[in-house]
T-cell receptor
Framework: QKEVEQNSGPLSVPEGAIASLNCTYSDRGSQSFFWYRQYSGKSPELIMFIYSNGDKEDGRFTAQLNKASQYVSLLIRDSQPSDSATYLCAAPIGSSGGGADGLTFGKGTHLIIQP | DAGVIQSPRHEVTEMGQEVTLRCKPISGHNSLFWYRQTMMRGLELLIYFNNNVPIDDSGMPEDRFSAKMPNASFSTLKIQPSEPRDSAVYFC?????????FGSGTRLTVV
């Protein structure tokens, strides 16, 4: 059973600073990872997908994958109060990198951006 | 695009009653997933369908749970009989190429 682990937080970051969220995974064969954001009382929404080792940038968000150390990170630059949410890390359950067989989710890290 | 549509948004029912949750996936998405979310266990995959065919239902907790997808635009998750421990938010998600789009969820409370 693939496992994805996250620190539940809360992680408190001042507005304008960089928020760093981390995720570790158990299956060395995992090829890709997803970051979802979930506001309180809302559904998860996909914000980043990373497949290769290294960094992937999209606006203020950067996902980092280190397969040797089996961890995935999400950096949020210039943090805004609207970034306050729970961030979920997920990995495909099967061998499909795109999650065709389902995704296994971490329990999420609660991020608070302090104005 | 209306996104993934779930109904009802909230459901309160008494223990022992039958509950049916409904989902309409995004048109053209050929995979549909049912998840359950609780504080203790997080998001758990219950069952998924590819092209309307159930592929893996190993996450369904008990025989009290069943799911169907009679066509590409509709799926149901049924709990019969319901129990208080079934209280959770149930999400439906559909997928085209990668990642999922989640519906707004159904918050189920069994009293």
């Amino acid at each position: 059973q693939k496992e994805v682990e996250q620190n539940s937080g809360p992680l408190s970051v001042p507005e304008g600073a960089i928020a760093s969220l981390n995720c570790t995974y158990s299956d060395r064969g995992s090829q890709s990872f997803f970051w979802y954001r979930q506001y309180s009382g809302k559904s998860p929404e996909l914000i980043m997908f990373i497949y290769s080792n290294g960094d992937k940038e999209d606006g203020r968000f950067t996902a980092q994958l280190n397969k040797a150390s089996q961890y995935v990170s999400l950096l949020i630059r210039d943090s805004q109060p609207s970034d306050s949410a729970t961030y979920l890390c997920a990995a495909p359950i099967g061998s499909s990198g795109g999650g065709a067989d389902g995704l296994t989710f971490g329990k999420g890290t609660h991020l608070i951006i302090q104005p | 695009d209306a996104g993934v549509i779930q109904s009802p948004r909230h459901e309160v029912t008494e223990m022992g009653q039958e509950v049916t949750l409904r989902c309409k996936p995004i048109s053209g998405h050929n995979s549909l997933f049912w998840y359950r979310q609780t504080m203790m266990r997080g998001l758990e995959l219950l069952i998924y369908f590819n092209n309307n065919v159930p592929i893996d239902d190993s996450g369904m907790p008990e025989d009290r749970f069943s799911a169907k997808m009679p066509n590409a635009s509709f799926s149901t998750l049924k709990i019969q009989p319901s129990e208080p421990r079934d209280s959770a938010v149930y999400f439906c998600a559909s997928r085209a190429n990668y990642g999922y789009t989640f519906g707004s969820g159904t918050r189920l409370t069994v009293v």
